[in-house]
């Protein structure tokens, strides 16, 4: 799946129009929240919290235009609680926001 930088600015400026300064304000809080997602699932111990937590931070990146990370979210609620491999790939995705 390609990783389309501009995903995210297009669909703010969508939503609220050519604001720059706005733009920034509503990307970073994205990013903020982005952050405090991947805490959850690190933080989360059983599969129930894990799920709910890669669940929350799908529904954020759709709402967003983060195609890869809403995937990479999806892919992350199907595996066990704490996978190494898909902690290190959800880290790398947010990186990449």
């Known amino acids: 799946m390609a990783y389309d930088p501009g995903a995210i600015d297009a669909t703010l400026a969508a939503a609220v129009g050519d604001e720059p300064a706005l733009i920034a304000e509503l990307r970073e809080a994205f990013l903020d929240s982005v952050q405090r997602g991947l805490t959850g699932?690190?933080?989360?111990?059983?599969?129930?919290?894990?799920?709910?937590?890669?669940?929350?931070?799908?529904?954020?990146?759709?709402?967003?235009?983060?195609?890869?990370?809403?995937a990479i979210a999806t892919e992350a609620a199907t595996v066990p609680p704490q996978d190494v491999v898909m902690l290190r790939k959800l880290r790398r995705a947010v990186e990449r926001l």
């Open 41 to 70: 699932l690190e933080r989360a111990r059983d599969a129930e919290g894990w799920q709910a937590a890669a669940w929350r931070l799908k529904g954020l990146a759709a709402s967003f235009g983060a195609i890869r990370l809403m």
